[in-house]
């Protein structure tokens, strides 16, 4: 059974990192909590974008520091809503077929993102995905401490994580599929046999007329 690797923002849906993360910053308990994280968030945001055009990983973890303080409850409490609101909405036309016609293939579907997993989780159930490899969030005390566990999924990192799990999984990754809209996720689309690129940014596309690789538009 060949794995099937689909990379999210961009790829399967609209929205990034930052639209999801906005949302939980501006739903807190109080205004004045909501404030006081958008706020937190407004003067991080130049530091965030640096971070965004140099390292991924760092972004990742600057964005995910203004989670700070939130409760695991409340996490999981928003969870569904944010997933209504923010992700399912920015859903591209085609994604959930395209997902679909992976599975029907018997295909080991996975989902794999720098977004949070409990969102991500709720994403695969959605679109019928098999695994999820994300972002998990540090907590303590019933309480996100604004750091993410290890190994933070991001650029290169990705590309280690599927072939760990192909391997755990028993897939040969001359057999797989992995699908990405984004240049930095070349790593990731090298490390399979059958890459393809989804909604791809100028240089991937680029990249894809160099190699052959497959385009997909799924807007």
């Known amino acids: ?10 790829t399967l849906v609209r929205t990034n990192l930052v639209h999801p993360t906005l949302y939980y910053l501006a739903n807190q308990a109080n205004p004045y909590l909501s404030a006081k994280k958008l706020g ?12 965004e055009m140099v390292d991924r990983r760092t972004f990742n973890e600057l964005l ?19 997933f209504e609101t ?5 859903l591209h036309p085609h994604a959930r077929d395209f997902v679909q016609r992976c599975v029907d293939l018997g295909h080991d579907v996975v989902i794999i993102s720098g977004a949070l997993d409990f969102l991500m989780t709720r994403l695969a159930q959605y679109l019928g995905a098999h695994h999820v490899i994300a972002n998990r969030l540090e907590i303590k005390d019933n309480h996100a401490t604004g750091r993410l566990l290890r190994p933070v999924v991001a650029g290169p990192e990705k590309a280690r994580l599927i072939r760990e799990h192909a391997r755990g999984q028993g897939h040969d990754l001359e057999e797989c599929f992995a699908y ?21 940014d100028a240089r991937l596309r680029q990249l894809a007329k160099a190699y052959s690789w497959p385009v997909v538009d799924l807007t």
Do not use: Q, W
């Open 86 to 90: 923010v992700i399912k909405k920015a």
């Open 40 to 51: 937190r968030a407004l003067l991080m945001a130049p530091r965030m974008m640096v971070a």
């Open 180 to 200: 990405s809209d984004s240049y930095s996720d070349v790593p990731m689309l090298s490390v399979v046999g059958h890459p393809a690129c989804v909604n791809p």
């Open 1 to 10: 059974m060949p794995g099937s690797y689909f990379d999210v923002d961009g």
């Open 64 to 82: 995910f520091s203004t989670f700070e303080g939130i409760s695991h409850d409340r996490l999981e409490v928003l969870a569904d809503d944010c």
